[in-house]
């Protein structure tokens, strides 16, 4: 890459680096449908997470951008190529780390990556740099001559990481299945560090999560799959802002304070004597809220405040339960 | 730091992926040390038992002056057998896990994927053949071949067990577990018993000649055993290297199907 001519190339300056429309793909006897027509569009350099319980079509969808699944209708474009027709060229600009670490037990971390760095065209010379280089990008150069059979869950995971990441040309384009499913909280945050990273190092990122909170942290734009569609898409914020603000949930002390304030509420909960009241989270709201309904101080025992959470979004739109952290 | 370049778009071919298989598998069986030692001393065992414990009941007929002579070449190809079969298991055990995945997404296609298996599995078991002639040689087997004789012998044995470590491959491919895997490659293990490895065929029900004299296995035994005792082989090398052919061609193809089937 020394030409100047060839400095556009790098990824064909397309709007998007990965965008699929109408996939569709079902399963077995009698067909199960999987995927039921889902539109994506992933900008370069974002983070994008697709968020939905098991069984919602996530790793269907990762594997068929991933070249690794063909669809049944629908087509797709990673990296600027179709995953069909250019399938070599999208395997050669994507990483893929899916649910299961895909690396051999038996061996080292570093024979696992300098197998994949040879598979990718490197010569030993430039495989060995390349292993040790990711290595230590990926915090495994103390554990780099043990069998990945002794590796965490963590690091196994970063592991896989580091090797799909061997033979492709960054910032490339990432599809991480979820990624932290399994992991303890602390691997878990490690992860998270190891995903803005490589945002941060102009990666195009494609993640399935069932976790809300993961697709809160990490992602620009998030889509909740359900049931093989696309129930909603947006930004955080945009997601939540779909529900509502806030609600203050005041506990009262007495049912005579409940029954006068009932009108106001948008909640109700008599046994616990908590209304919910609108609000726009502000302190300044929330303190002439208090003052208002309660201005003898005496009425209200104590009060939570929620902001809409994804939850609340998911469970709008799905009517699902998702898995919490 | 300057990281490493990583060009896009050179993209190795089969045979550089099949090589780097073939050192991943070679490592991996290795480090699997019991099963490196039972695929050495199953056969070594047999051996042990056919000559000392059933060999003065056997009559292998004038052409051979003691058991030993009449066995090896069947001991041999049953140590094919059981090491080829591990290859079953190996495969299985990758398509299990995501490793496929991997590869398939590194563009690895699944022909250098068994190919790379298939060349551990050889490797291995010209190792345990080696060991297996030893210990034949200091319980009295002489082997009596001339250059050409050792040269063809060698060529049968390495077309068996590339062809039965492909049809092993496959079987892995078929199987749904590791240990389903293991359990189909028993036929294979078994097929030298109604063969000439052991016992004359003309010793066997007669029902059974047909099958015994036609069957894959006869034709290398004979031909091992002819050569490595410089007797007279006519033409069974070259049908037992069509057989090996002819093997090895079907696994390649079954596999290649059942490669795409198994990874849709």
């Not at chain 2, 892995?172 to 490895?197: D, I, K, N």
Request: glycine content about 10%; aromatic content about 6%; hydrophobic content about 45%.
């Amino acid at each position: 890459m020394t030409s100047p001519t060839t400095a556009t190339s790098r990824t064909d300056r397309k709007p998007y680096a990965i965008e699929a429309y109408g996939l569709t793909k079902s399963y077995g006897k009698p067909a199960v449908r999987v995927l039921d027509g889902i539109d994506l569009r992933v900008g370069h350099g974002s983070v994008f997470a697709l968020l939905g319980p098991n069984g919602a079509g996530k790793t269907t969808a990762v594997r068929i951008l991933a070249t690794l699944t063909a669809a049944d209708s629908g087509t797709a474009r990673v990296a600027g190529h179709d995953v069909v027709a250019g399938r070599s060229a999208v395997r050669r600009a994507i990483s893929l780390t899916g649910q299961f670490a895909a690396v051999d037990e038996t061996q080292t971390g570093e024979e696992n990556l300098r197998m994949m760095a040879r598979l990718t065209g490197l010569s030993r010379a430039d495989a060995r740099r390349r292993a040790g280089e990711l290595l230590e990008r990926f915090g495994l150069t103390d554990a780099a001559r043990r069998p990945a059979r002794t590796y965490s869950g963590g690091m196994r995971r970063r592991l896989d990481l580091a090797a799909g990441l061997v033979g492709s040309p960054e910032p490339g384009v990432f599809f991480l299945d979820e990624p932290t499913t399994g992991l303890d909280p602390r691997s878990r945050q490690e992860l998270w560090e190891v995903v803005r990273g490589l945002a941060e190092r102009g990666a195009s990122v494609l993640l399935t999560t069932q976790y809300l909170e993961e697709a809160d942290r990490l992602a620009d734009r998030i889509a909740l799959l359900n049931k093989g569609r696309i129930a909603a898409e947006g930004t955080a914020a945009g997601l939540k802002g779909r529900i509502a603000g806030h609600r203050l949930d005041a506990v009262l002390t007495s049912s005579e304070a409940y029954l006068r304030l009932a009108g106001r509420a948008v909640h109700h909960s008599p046994e616990t004597l908590t209304l919910g009241l609108p609000t726009d989270g502000s302190a300044a709201h929330v303190r002439a809220l208090l003052d208002e309904i309660d201005p003898a101080g005496t009425e209200i025992d104590r009060f939570t405040l929620h902001s809409a959470t994804l939850d609340d979004v998911f469970l709008a739109l799905t009517s699902e339960v998702p898995a919490h952290v | 730091m300057s990281e490493t370049a990583v060009l896009p778009g050179r993209a190795p071919g089969p045979l550089t992926h099949a090589a780097v298989m073939a050192g991943r598998s070679l490592r991996i069986s290795r480090r699997n040390t019991d099963a490196l030692i039972m695929s050495l001393a199953l056969p070594i065992m047999l051996m042990l038992i056919f000559v000392y414990f059933f060999g003065g009941a056997i009559d292998t007929g004038a052409l051979h002056s003691s058991y030993v002579m009449y066995v090896v070449p069947g001991v041999i190809l049953l140590c094919a057998g059981f090491g080829a079969a591990t290859t079953a298991t190996a495969v299985s055990e990758d398509m299990k896990g995501g490793i496929i995945d991997r590869f398939r997404s590194l563009d690895v296609g699944g022909t250098p994927v068994l190919a790379g298996h298939v060349a551990a599995s050889t490797v291995r078991n010209l190792v345990a053949t080696a060991v297996v002639f030893g210990v034949a040689l200091l319980i009295g087997f002489r082997p009596a071949a001339s250059w050409d004789g050792w040269l063809l012998a060698a060529g049968i044995l390495v077309a068996y067990i590339v062809a039965l470590s492909w049809i092993s491959a496959a079987i892995g491919l078929l199987a749904r577990s590791p240990e389903a895997a293991s359990g189909f490659t028993f036929f294979m293990s078994f097929l030298p018993y109604p063969s000439s490895a052991f016992v004359r065929i003309q010793s066997m029900p007669s029902w059974l000649h047909g099958f015994a004299e036609n069957q894959p296995i006869t034709p290398a035994i004979e031909s091992l055993r002819g050569l490595l005792l410089g007797q007279q082989v006519g033409n069974t090398p070259w049908i037992a290297l069509a057989w090996a052919g002819g093997m090895l061609a079907v696994a390649i193809a079954a596999s290649g199907v059942l490669f795409r089937i198994r990874t849709r």
